[in-house]
């Protein structure tokens, strides 16, 4: 904090320097040595910056190559993530991308419904694995068709995709079976 002439303090947030934002790091946070900032709105994973997704004034227009929300998108009610696809889209650089990864609901519960996964791994990709916090919880969810939807109604991305082909450079991005990966270019 800085103390102005008239005896206030003013908070200045200081924010790391960096070209990528990990969003929703959570308890996995990317490598800053490769230029990820870390922003999660719970202080308790100890992120870069304790920051909502849907207000990322922090960070200037075109300044990042790369924003990736890995397994948090679900955990906003519907329509709730128009906010941060927006700001992604912001804060990107033309030919930037955006990347999220959700529980892929249709791979689950085809293998729910033939048995081949227990009810226990179904329910906790549909509802999340409360840690203490309703963040944990699961609120929202929509098919690859419904992700595109979403995406090309809150910006005009140049290209929306499933899949995303080469990951960023320091990021822990997982892969599976049950993983729904969607990717968008500015």
Not at 3 to 26: H, Q, R
Request: with cysteine.
């Amino acid at each position: 904090q800085n103390e102005a002439s008239d005896g206030t303090f003013e908070m200045k947030l200081v924010v790391p320097e960096g070209d990528k934002l990990c969003v929703g790091s959570g308890q996995k946070p990317y490598d800053q040595a490769q230029g990820w900032i870390n922003i999660d709105i719970n202080d308790r994973w100890s992120p870069d910056v304790v920051a909502d997704w849907n207000d990322l004034s922090m960070f200037a227009d075109n300044s990042m190559n790369w924003v990736v929300a890995e397994q948090t998108v679900e955990h906003v009610g519907c329509g709730d993530a128009q906010g941060f696809f927006k700001e992604a889209y912001r804060v990107l650089k033309p030919g930037g991308s955006l990347v999220f990864t959700v529980p892929d609901m249709k791979a689950l519960a085809q293998r729910w419904l033939l048995r081949l996964i227990d009810d226990y791994i179904f329910s906790v990709n549909m509802y999340g694995a409360y840690m203490d916090s309703e963040a944990d919880r699961h609120k929202w969810n929509t098919s690859s068709e419904g992700w595109v939807v979403a995406l090309n109604k809150a910006a005009d991305w140049g290209n929306v995709q499933v899949g995303i082909g080469v990951l960023p450079e320091g990021s822990q991005l997982a892969r599976d079976w049950w993983i729904l990966e969607m990717g968008a270019v500015k």
